[in-house]
């Protein structure tokens, strides 16, 4: 089960970013979170106050950012222009605000020009919203996951209480609602379904079934 590329979409809160980063150990994979660089190239946006709809300066500074992935204590952690903002990206501010930048064809553009690089050599496992259809459509592997959004709101607020006390599970699945609104409906690169993506819904599951579950897929295809 070699040279492949493992493509896995889906929303928001599902389990995405944990399951294939556990996928991605078992096989012996690399490991692609494209939603981590999104989020780096929001807050690179933020910090040097632009606003998502000022197309110009966004396509003229793209040019400035550089993105890497590093191993930190044995976690993968992502570099914007040099400097470890693992932590920084998962702020409020950058969550309630990613969908947004998310939506200029410019940046997009540009970032998956950066995804498909990484997936040049296979042996990789790659996670986001527009992974199966749009950056590798045609992935041998192609999973889309999805849970109920109650399910995925307590997922998400019982991970961003540690960091933020003050959070409440009614803002939470407030920012859940409008991310699937403007994933789904978005002119560029829309979040939906492959025709041949495996649709696993984790509303019941544990993160290692549903890794099972994805293991267990595979092994069939390629038995």
């Known amino acids: 089960m070699r040279d492949i590329i493992i493509a896995i979409d889906g929303h928001s809160g599902c389990g995405k970013s944990t399951t294939s980063r556990l996928l991605a150990k078992y096989l012996k994979f690399k490991y692609l979170d494209s939603g981590a660089m999104y989020r780096a190239v929001t807050l690179y946006f933020m910090n040097k106050n632009v606003t998502p709809s000022q197309d110009i300066k966004i396509n003229n500074a793209l040019k400035e950012i550089q993105i890497d992935f590093k191993y930190v204590e044995g976690e993968q952690h992502i570099f914007l222009n040099n400097n470890d903002v693992e932590s920084d990206i998962r702020s409020d501010d950058v969550s309630n605000n990613v969908s947004l930048f998310s939506s200029n064809s410019s940046l997009r553009k540009f970032l998956v020009n950066k995804q498909k690089a990484f997936g040049n050599d296979k042996d990789i496992v790659v996670e986001g919203r ?32 540690i960091k933020n006390p003050e959070i409440t599970y ?36 544990e993160i290692s079934e549903q890794v099972d579950k994805i293991i267990n897929f595979i092994e069939k295809k390629f038995s």
Request: glycine share 0%.
């Open 170 to 205: 009614s803002d939470v699945i407030e920012n859940l609602e409008k991310r699937d609104v403007q994933d789904s409906t978005r002119k560029d690169s829309p979040l939906r379904i492959a025709d041949d993506a495996f649709i696993l819904d984790t509303s019941d599951l």
């Open 130 to 161: 527009d992974i199966t259809t749009v950056v590798f459509p045609d992935a041998e592997v192609k999973v889309f996951m999805t849970a109920n959004i109650e399910v995925r709101a307590k997922r998400r607020f019982n991970e961003m209480k």
